[in-house]
Nanobody, 126 residues
Framework: QVQLVESGGGLVQAGGSLRLSCAASGRTFSSYSMGWFRQAPGKEREVVAAINWSGVSTDYAASVKGRFTISRDNAKNTVYLQMNSLKPEDSAVYYC???????????????????WGQGTQVTVSS
């Protein structure tokens, strides 16, 4: 079992930055790949970024590439999402999720993740 708790969301002006954190419980955190997803009102949940268990492999949605950075600290059981140059269209509820070991090839598929946090709201004003 893995429990995930996101933090760091809030209101920021366009062009600003936020860093989201996702703290995980459980001794097996380092065996999971992790992903950040977001969902805006009336839209489907979409993948934002993902990182494999070791942090060596990362992947980003085209819309955030070059602006967002995903990282993890396995000693702290935490995954981060640094968001720079934020745009109003980045406004959404952001979720972190855990992907089982051996499933990195499915890291773009929300249904492949078996643990989810409660989400944190990010609002970017224009």
């Amino acid at each position: 079992q893995v429990q995930l708790v996101e933090s760091g969301g809030g209101l920021v002006q366009a062009g600003g930055s936020l860093r989201l954190s996702c703290a995980a419980s459980g001794r097996t955190f380092s065996s999971y790949s992790m992903g950040w997803f977001r969902q805006a009102p009336g839209k489907e949940r979409e993948v934002v970024a993902a990182i494999n268990w070791s942090g060596v492999s990362t992947d980003y949605a085209a819309s955030v590439k070059g602006r967002f950075t995903i990282s993890r600290d396995n000693a702290k059981n935490t995954v981060y999402l640094q968001m720079n140059s934020l745009k109003p269209e980045d406004s959404a509820v952001y979720y972190c999720a855990a992907l089982p070991s051996g499933s990195w090839y499915r890291h773009l598929i929300a249904g492949a993740y078996n643990y989810w946090g409660q989400g944190t709201q990010v609002t970017v004003s224009s």
